[in-house]
């Protein structure tokens, strides 16, 4: 298992839309392993592949208390939601240290495959909801500050900049993916 570089907003990397997975073999299930340790490691809910650099359609979440079996979704596509909102407070890896709060539907069916490609659906509400829709919108180049106001979202990118020139080169292992970097 490995670490994987979690890239930081405004990385025009964050924006692309993520290719289907067609292929359930070894080189997925070293991406699953990989992503579990890194999101794991970086104490997060959730990871999406487009954050560690993957333009593919797999995500993961652990909301348990006992932070052991990350949970699977590949190719996942949210298939009904119910009519009332909540309002959550977000946070994001690519995004680290802030947290805003974010409105969404309360509910959410999902329809994904496993690792193995079978399919199956689930519902979710609370958290779990919340950070599937989170890593949902990931794979469409979707991040949560793109739902906050210009305004704060602009603050935010300057910030997540200031702090990326702010990083030495070298030292921890993450420091190097804040580059490279561009307007979007
Ligand atoms: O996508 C990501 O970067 C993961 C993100 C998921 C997420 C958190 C909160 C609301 C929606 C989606 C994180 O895990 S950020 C870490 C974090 O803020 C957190 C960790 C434990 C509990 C709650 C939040
Ligand atoms: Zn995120």
């Known amino acids: ?3 994987l570089p979690i890239l930081i907003y405004p990385d025009v990397r964050l924006n692309k839309v993520a290719k289907p997975v067609s292929l359930f073999d070894a080189q997925l299930m070293r991406l699953l392993d990989d992503m579990a340790e890194t999101m794991y490691d970086a104490r997060g809910i959730g990871l999406a592949a487009p954050q560690v650099g993957i ?10 208390e006992e932070r052991q079996t990350p949970q699977i979704f590949i190719n996942p596509a949210i298939i009904t939601t119910d009519g ?13 240290g802030i ?4 409105e969404r ?5 999902v329809r994904a495959q496993n690792e193995f490609g079978e399919w199956f659906e689930i519902t979710a509400e609370g958290l779990m909801s919340v950070c599937l829709q989170h890593e949902i ?10 739902y906050l106001s210009p305004l704060k979202r602009n ?7 200031k702090e990326g020139r702010k990083a030495p080169p070298s030292g921890k292992k993450r420091m190097g993916v804040r580059s490279p970097m561009r307007q979007r």
């Open 1 to 3: 298992m490995a670490l």
């Open 137 to 146: 919108d990931h794979l469409e180049g979707k991040m949560f500050v793109d």
């Open 84 to 96: 009332e909102k909540i309002l959550h407070e977000e946070g994001c890896l690519s995004v680290p």
């Open 99 to 102: 947290y805003e709060p974010v």
């Open 55 to 64: 333009a593919r359609r797999v995500i993961i979440i652990d909301v348990s």
């Open 155 to 161: 603050r935010i990118k300057s910030k997540m900049r």
């Open 105 to 109: 539907p309360a509910q959410v069916g």
